[in-house]
């Protein structure tokens, strides 16, 4: 299960401040979504998500470059930073959280015993966090729980840090 601490921790910053959040997954298949209405009172923050498998979707709905996206797979930093920024504006939020990745090989692509995806965070449309999480977990859900554990976790803390700002 997810750590309750860390949604608790993004629920209490977002309310504090009256600002909103939208989410735009690829790999994690909503289940970063699941994840943040976990909170109690979500609908004070969370203003919804989206999941987009394809690039025809991510084209068409987070305005994801077409041209690169297809040069790496729809997999990349730059792919989550263009889902983060559209996502919160799609939903009208102060905050966007993308991911894209894989989570099973995919050998003829190269993807075999380490798996990998990309995320963005974007605030106000300037992406403030972004990373690339890697493990060799094995089974979908597992990789999938893996990272967006590792999202919550990153962005509680990124959160944290603006606290004291």
């Not at 889902?83 to 090989?105: C, K, N």
Request: net charge negative; aromatic share 10%; proline share 2%.
């Amino acid at each position: 299960m997810h750590k309750l601490a860390d949604i608790s921790d993004i629920k209490q910053y977002m309310v504090a401040h009256e600002e909103t959040l939208a989410i735009a997954e690829s790999v994690t298949a909503g289940q970063l979504q699941a994840a943040i209405s976990l909170a109690d009172g979500a609908s004070l923050f969370f203003q919804g998500g989206l999941t987009a498998y394809n690039i025809g979707q991510k084209a068409r709905l987070l305005q994801v470059e077409p041209i690169h996206a297809l040069a790496c797979n729809c997999v990349s930093d730059r792919v989550s930073a263009q889902m983060a920024r559209h996502v919160s504006t799609l939903f009208s939020s102060d905050w966007g959280i993308a991911i894209t990745g894989y989570a099973a090989p995919l050998p003829e692509c190269g993807i075999e015993e380490t798996l990998f995806a990309f995320y963005a965070v974007a605030y106000n449309g300037e992406i403030v966090l972004e990373k690339k999480i890697e493990t060799t977990k094995e089974g979908i859900y597992n990789v999938q729980r893996y990272y967006v554990a590792q999202i919550l976790e990153d962005f509680g803390n990124y959160l944290s840090t603006r606290r004291r700002d």
